[in-house]
Structure formats: C-alpha cells, structure tokens
C-alpha cells in the first residue's frame, strides 16, 4: 500500500513537468521573431500611344436587297395552256418564249377579221366608184344633187366599216400573239405556277398568274436612316439627294464589306413614324450573289478626318463600360473610361476618354489595379488589318 502511495506524486509531477515544457516551446515558438514577407514582383506590360489616322466616317445600317425589275407574268387571253417552255429557276433573256396557249381559236378569229376586211374593202371600192361616177355626173347636170349626196354617204360608211374591219383584225392578230407570253425582261424565272392542260384567263385584276420574273444585275439595298444623319449626308456630299455618294455593301455570311456602290435614290418625306428616311444604294451583281430578299449592311460613307484608334484587343469591359488601362509618369496604373467610335480594320476609333499623348497598356493588362506599379515597356502599334467590319 505505501508503494501505490509513493508512485501516484511521482507520475503526477512527470506529467507537469511534460506539460510545463510544452507550454515553454510554445513560448519560445511565439516569441521568436517572423520570418519578413517576400518583395511584391512588380507586374511587368507593353505600353503604346494611340495611332492617329485619317479615317473616313460612315455609318451601317441594315436593309434588304431587291430586285431593280420585277414582273408578275399573268395571262392576257384565255385558252388551255398548251406549253411551258422554261426550266424552273433558270436565267430568261428578253424576247423568249415562256408559255403557249392553244392559239387554234385565235387563229381562227384572225382568219374571220381578214375575211371581214376584205368584204368591208370591196364595198369601199365600190362605193368610191359611184362616188366618183356621180362626181361627173353631177357636173353635167345628169344626176340630182340628193343622189349625188347619197353616193357621197355611201362612201363615208364603207369608210367607216373598213376601219373597224381593221381595227378587228388587228384586235384578232393582238390575241393570237398574246397566246405566245414571252419574258418581258431578262433576269431569273421562277417555277411555273399553272401546268400544261389548265385553263387561264386574264380577267382584269384577277388574271392568271403564271410565274414571275426578277432582274439579278444590278440590286437595290433599302436602308433606313434617321434625319440627323441624312443632314450630315447632306452638307458632306453638298447634294440634297445624295446621288453618286460611295456606300458599302455586306450580307450575312460576310465578315467585310466588299461590294461596293452608290446612292441613287433618297426618299422626298420622312416617316414620321419612325423618324427615318429611306435611302437605296445600287450594287453590281454579275456573279448573282446578291438575291432579291436578303438581308444585308450597307455602310454609308461620310467625311474624312483625323481619329485616335487602338486595338480591339486592348480595350475592356466593366459591367457595361469600356475602358483602358492607362500607365502615367510615375509608371502607375491609371482606369480610363473611353467612348468607342466606329470599327477600321481591327482597331476601332475612340472619341472621348484619351489624349494621343497618353500611353495605353496594350500586353500584359491582366491582374492590374489602379494605383499599381508597373515595369512599362514603351512600343509602336502596327497599322490596322482588315478585320470584321472593314
């Protein structure tokens, strides 16, 4: 028993001996000086002023492109379609034959005018030759005045009936070469709307339509714009028309604009509804590219003047803002909000936000704050490339 008693303080006191030691480590572990923080590396960028260029403004707009000529081909005679002498979605010239109607009736109606004709000619001349007997007649007294005026009468309506006799036949031989429809323009045909064996009429407003008809070279692009710019337009071309102004052309598969035209037509009045003026520019299409009906840009060419322009690349987004990363003199970094004017090439034009002699962060602009310092390394920008809305 006096042994168990003994060994219990002797443990205890080991136990607070360990514990004491701890606590002393710890002491000294806290009480040790820190080990000093590792110098921030400076961030180093690319920097560059701004180009300066002689640019020429213009403004897109989005229309559609329409046939200079388009005609709906319709039937002027009623008969039985007798033929179809196109392929569907072909190239017409003008002149050609497209549709046959059965001229058999027609025929035979010119065939009735002519004969009429005749008849109506024969009385004539033989109504000229009383005529012309009662004339001497009369001179020697042989005939009275009222036989002579009968004679006279006589003359006048076979006259007149072989001039609706011709007037007939003209009508007749006019139906006949309506059964031949031919392609009034050149350009490119759609599909047959009526097939060989039916029935067509040209019942006024209602008349058969067959099929229709679009000119492909030139196209017309219909734009609408708003009235500030038609003034700008205006007083830059000095034309109240604007005809002959430059403007160019893209569609939706195209990344530039690489058709080039003119403005041939600007609307009289303004929509007031929309507040807008329509505007058409003319385009060559001898490769048929162009379609009736696509939509397309059309960038309307302005005045030339001297712009700031940078990279698409080095121009950022904040929410809704764009802006650049400006470094100063004191080699910091600098948030400058910026304005953004028009697209050249792949640089676009700043309006506002920017001096030329500001250099902008054009590598390296990731991660920077304002305030931060930086290693700036000073280059030139290349001239801009052609690029999306070139």
């Not at 360990?18 to 606590?23: D, E, G, N, T, V």
């Not at 009385?123 to 000229?128: D, G, I, Q, S, V």
């Amino acid at each position: 028993m006096m042994h168990k008693f003994f060994n219990f303080p002797i443990r205890f006191n080991a136990v607070v001996l360990m514990i004491s030691l701890a606590l002393m480590s710890c002491s000294k572990s806290n009480d040790a000086p820190s080990s000093a923080a590792p110098a921030q590396t400076i961030q180093s960028v690319k920097i560059a002023l701004p180009l300066v260029q002689e640019i020429t403004e213009s403004d897109e707009y989005t229309g559609h492109i329409e046939a200079v000529n388009s005609v709906e081909i319709r039937a002027r005679v009623s008969g039985y379609l007798e033929k179809v002498n196109f392929a569907a979605g072909s190239k017409v010239k003008k002149g050609d034959l497209l549709f046959l109607i059965d001229p058999k009736p027609f025929q035979a109606q010119l065939n009735y005018a002519n004969a009429e004709l005749e008849r109506a000619k024969s009385k004539h001349e033989l109504a000229k030759n009383d005529f012309q007997r009662a004339e001497n007649l009369l001179a020697a007294k042989a005939i009275s005045t009222e036989e002579h005026d009968a004679r006279s009468k006589a003359l006048r309506e076979t006259q007149a009936a072989m001039t609706s006799a011709e007037a007939n036949v003209y009508s007749a031989k006019l139906n006949l070469d309506y059964t031949q429809i031919k392609a009034p323009i050149s350009g490119r045909i759609s599909r047959e709307l009526v097939t060989v064996g039916n029935l067509v009429n040209p019942n006024g407003g209602n008349s058969t339509l067959l099929t229709t008809i679009v000119s492909t070279n030139p196209v017309y692009v219909y734009v609408d714009a708003d009235e500030k710019s038609i003034l700008k337009y205006r007083r830059h071309s000095q034309q109240a028309d604007l005809n002959g102004m430059p403007v160019d052309l893209a569609i939706a598969d195209e990344s530039t604009f690489s058709h080039h035209g003119k403005i041939d037509y600007l609307a009289p009045n303004e929509d007031r509804a929309s507040g807008t003026v329509t505007l058409r520019g003319v385009f060559e299409n001898s490769d048929e590219l162009l379609s009736a009906g696509f939509f397309a840009k059309m960038r309307v060419q302005g005045a030339t003047s001297s712009a700031m322009l940078l990279p698409e690349s080095v121009i950022a987004f904040d929410q809704s803002q764009r802006f650049v990363w400006v470094v100063n003199t004191d080699n910091k970094i600098e948030y400058r909000k910026v304005t953004l004017g028009q697209a050249h090439g792949n640089f676009r034009v700043i309006k506002d936000g920017l001096t030329q002699q500001d250099f902008v962060v054009i590598e390296g602009g990731q991660r920077l704050k304002v305030g931060a310092n930086v290693n700036a390394e000073k280059v030139t920008l290349p001239q801009p490339t052609e690029g999306k809305n070139s």
